[in-house]
């Protein structure tokens, strides 16, 4: 099973959402909590699992492939990259689908 590393970036975007929604979703307080552990266990199992998003970031080069996958539910986009040397997937931001563009990812 390949691992899955979250960036600091990304955990800090993963708590102010969390926060948020228990804040501001009385209905289902922990729905994106829930689907975000669903996609990790689904990136841990295939990491090719969300559609293409090719990006730059900067550090690594032209080459690094940058992919998202979606949390239907909660319209999030989960931002990763999977290192197949590693068996690793880095997830570099978790980022809502109505911001208009990506996150930062350099």
Do not use: K
């Amino acid at each position: 099973m390949t691992s899955v590393l979250v960036s600091p970036r990304a955990r800090h975007q993963i708590g102010l959402v969390e926060t948020w929604w228990r804040q501001h979703r009385p209905a289902a307080p922990e729905l994106f909590t829930q689907e975000l552990a669903s996609a990790f266990d689904r990136l841990a199992d295939n990491p090719l699992a969300g559609p293409g998003y090719v990006g730059v970031v900067a550090e690594v080069g032209p080459d690094y492939e940058v992919r998202r996958l979606l949390l239907r539910r909660s319209r999030f986009h989960v931002y990763y990259h999977f290192a197949p040397d590693l068996d690793r997937v880095d997830v570099l931001a978790v980022w809502h689908t109505s911001r208009g563009h990506g996150p930062e990812l350099g």
